[in-house]
C-alpha cells in the first residue's frame, strides 16, 4: 500500500472519486473534475490517496488554516472503498495527514465522526484522537429563514 498526496488531477482520479465518494456519502455528489483541480490547487488542502497494487481505494482531506490562534488543521472526508476496508488503509491515510500537520506546524488536528461509525472511532482513538466536550453547530446557507 502506497499512500501520496495528489499533485495533478488525473482521468483516474476522476473515477476514484465517482467509485468512492457515493460509499461516504449518499447526498453528496462526486466533485467533477474542476473541483477535483480547485481541490487539488488549493494551498489550503491536501488530498490524500491510498493505493493497492496501484488502484485508488481510499482518500483523504486534510485542511490547514491559520487562525489568530495559530495554525490549524482538519480531516475530512475520509474514505476506504467498502472492498479493501479493515486492512489498514485507514491508518495509513490518516497517520500520512497527520504526519503532514505535524510537518506544516498545525497546533491541533480535529475531525468529526459519526457514532455509527463504530470501526472508524476506535481508530480515531488509537491514533490519539480523544472526544472534544463541545457542540458542533452546522449553518446551511439558503436553508435560514
Do not use: H
Not at 116 to 127: D, F, P, W
Amino acid at each position: 500500500m502506497d499512500v501520496e498526496i495528489v499533485e495533478r488531477v488525473t482521468p483516474e482520479l476522476v473515477e476514484a472519486m465517482d467509485r468512492l465518494v457515493p460509499q461516504l456519502s449518499r447526498s453528496s455528489p462526486p466533485p467533477t473534475e474542476p473541483e477535483l483541480a480547485e481541490l487539488v490547487g488549493s494551498g489550503a488542502t491536501r488530498l490524500f490517496v491510498a493505493r493497492v497494487d496501484g488502484r485508488i481505494v481510499g482518500s483523504l482531506s486534510l485542511v490547514l488554516f491559520r487562525i489568530p490562534t495559530g495554525l490549524r488543521a482538519w480531516i475530512e472526508d475520509v474514505v476506504v472503498d467498502e472492498a479493501t476496508r479493515g486492512g489498514g488503509i485507514g491508518r495509513a491515510l490518516n497517520e500520512a495527514a497527520l504526519a503532514e500537520a505535524r510537518r506544516r506546524g498545525a497546533k491541533t488536528v480535529d475531525l468529526t465522526s459519526r457514532p455509527s461509525r463504530e470501526a472508524a472511532n476506535r481508530l480515531y482513538r488509537q491514533l490519539g484522537f480523544a472526544p472534544r466536550d463541545t457542540n458542533v453547530y452546522r449553518y446551511v446557507p439558503g436553508d435560514a429563514g
